[in-house]
């Protein structure tokens, strides 16, 4: 079974700040794929990054970059600079091949304060 | 940008009455998924379809669900007698593949059950 833990119920920062999200995944799988997605306050999932199990390189993308840890089964997500737009729900999810569920964790809130 | 659009955005329904939510996937996407948010908790996955048969569904999706595509544009949730315990949000999704490929979700029908 597949597991995805994100430990931080809520992050409260002020704008400019760096933050970063944490997440934990458990699987038994040797193939395995990880997300991000953002949930803003108007309530819709928005994707924001895939990575594969094979590919332990580090993504940036903007003011966003991500960490892959196989060591340490982390997919760990890093916001630079935040800001007040960057406030929403953020969702660590995981999916492995042979089945089509996203797994998801439950969540971390994101409050930027200006 | 193709999007994944989801009617009604909020359904307010009876217990025992039967709801069908709609979807209509990204339109070269093959793979199509149904997922619920009770309020403030995780996102769980539902149902998975593909080729016009589910293909994978969790202990969630019991015989009070169906799911069809029934003109080849359209998905479609139906919930045959809702109790209470059914009021979420819930979300539609595609993909072009499975478990590899990042899912496209559409903004959600928020479902309240009275």
């Known amino acids: 079974a597949q597991k995805v833990t994100q430990a931080q119920t809520e992050i409260s920062v002020v704008e400019k700040e760096d933050v970063t999200l944490d997440c934990v995944y458990e699987?038994?799988?040797?193939?395995?794929?990880l997300f991000w997605y953002k949930q803003p306050p108007s309530g819709e999932l928005v994707f924001l990054i895939r990575?594969?199990?094979?590919?332990?390189q580090n993504e940036i993308s903007g003011r966003y970059s991500w960490n892959f840890q196989k060591s340490t089964s982390s997919f760990n997500f890093t916001i630079t600079a935040s800001q007040v737009v960057d406030s929403a729900v953020y969702f660590c999810?995981?999916?492995?091949?042979?089945?089509?569920?996203?797994?998801f964790g439950s969540g971390t809130r994101l409050q930027v304060q200006p | 940008e193709p999007e994944v659009t989801q009617t009604p955005s909020h359904q307010v329904t009876q217990m025992g009455q039967e709801v069908i939510l709609r979807c209509v996937p990204i339109?070269?996407?093959?793979?199509f998924y149904w997922y619920r948010q009770i309020l403030g908790q995780k996102v769980e996955f539902l149902v998975s379809?593909?080729?016009?048969?589910?293909?994978?569904k969790s202990e969630i999706f019991d015989d009070q669900f169906s799911v069809e595509r029934p003109d080849g544009l359209n998905f479609t949730l139906k919930i045959r007698s809702t109790k209470l315990e059914d009021s979420a949000m819930y979300f539609c999704?595609?993909?072009?593949?499975?478990?590899?490929?990042?899912?496209?979700f559409g903004p959600g029908t928020r479902l309240t059950v009275t």
């Open positions: 699987t038994r799988d040797t193939t395995y794929y």
């Open positions: 999704a595609s993909s072009w593949a499975s478990a590899s490929y990042e899912q496209y």
């Open positions: 990575r594969n199990s094979f590919d332990e």
């Open positions: 379809f593909y080729n016009n048969e589910i293909s994978e």
């Open positions: 999810a995981l999916s492995v091949t042979g089945r089509r569920a996203l797994t």
């Open positions: 339109s070269n996407h093959l793979y």
